[in-house]
């Protein structure tokens, strides 16, 4: 992998993965490296492998079979292409907030004069599910998503919904690159306020939360993409030594 000082490890290892899938060192229907070996030949995090690897499987070049590991999918080479040039880098993660800035401000607006007791209760439920995964990477992921997927639902708005829908990978990639705990303590607070505001019905205060809440995010993927790394270990493909990947944070 290319030394990028402004790029996480996380990023490093998706590019790792794309660059030997493009090469063919893997190709259709051939089963990847597994998890424990790319952590130990790349100097990584297993979480960090694991999670290029959930956003290879997201965006439909890779699929994982429990028990058999990751294959590259069994589709014609311009199709997985294609599908890889199509994914977002650090600089598109922060086109993404934008985008989600501009949407789900809105949707909280429109959620907050037409959401149902059902979907309040659905979002109750959801910070109640936060607040007890809050230790749970992957459940909090979830509950999280889940809560800004009911606010999208109760803007009433279908064209809004779908919108939000045809980025789910990239949303996905989002959740698991940039949550930590800290991320996810302050994340709760958003919540709640997003939440009271919403049942109080006042869309002005809901939409001013969330777009508060999505701009701090947008500091955390600035903040990453800006802090530099030194390059600490090569690693070898096929017998040689040949780029480098840096330790940060996953």
Not at 85 to 106: A, H, P, W
Not at 165 to 193: D, G, V
Request: proline fraction near 2%; glycine fraction near 8%; charge should be negative.
């Amino acid at each position: 992998m290319e030394t990028a000082e402004r790029k996480n490890v996380t990023e490093q290892v998706v590019n790792f993965l794309k660059t030997n899938i493009t090469k063919g060192v893997w190709a259709p229907g051939e089963k990847i490296t597994s998890e424990n070996e790319l952590t130990r030949e790349l100097g990584v995090s297993r979480a960090s492998v694991r999670y290029a690897i959930q956003h290879l499987v997201a965006v439909g070049v890779l699929e994982s079979f429990q028990g058999k590991g990751t294959f590259v999918k069994s589709i014609p080479v311009s199709e997985i292409g294609q599908k890889l040039e199509g994914m977002y880098d650090n600089s598109g993660m922060k086109q993404l907030v934008e985008f989600r800035i501009i949407l789900e401000t809105e949707a909280c607006r429109l959620a907050a004069g037409r959401i149902t007791k059902e979907g309040r209760d659905g979002l109750k439920i959801c910070l109640a599910n936060m607040l007890t995964d809050i230790n749970d990477n992957e459940a909090f992921i979830r509950d999280d998503m889940e809560f800004h997927r009911q606010i999208l639902q109760a803007s009433g708005n279908d064209l809004i919904v779908k919108s939000m829908s045809c980025i789910q990978p990239e949303l996905e990639r989002q959740h698991h690159e940039y949550n930590t705990l800290e991320t996810r303590k302050t994340a709760m607070e958003y919540h709640r306020e997003i939440l009271v505001a919403l049942l109080a019905g006042s869309g002005d205060e809901a939409a001013m939360h969330m777009k508060e809440h999505l701009e701090n995010l947008g500091k955390v993927i600035s903040s990453q993409t800006s802090a530099d790394r030194d390059p600490k270990l090569s690693y070898k493909q096929n017998g040689k030594t040949t780029k480098t990947v840096q330790h940060g944070q996953t």
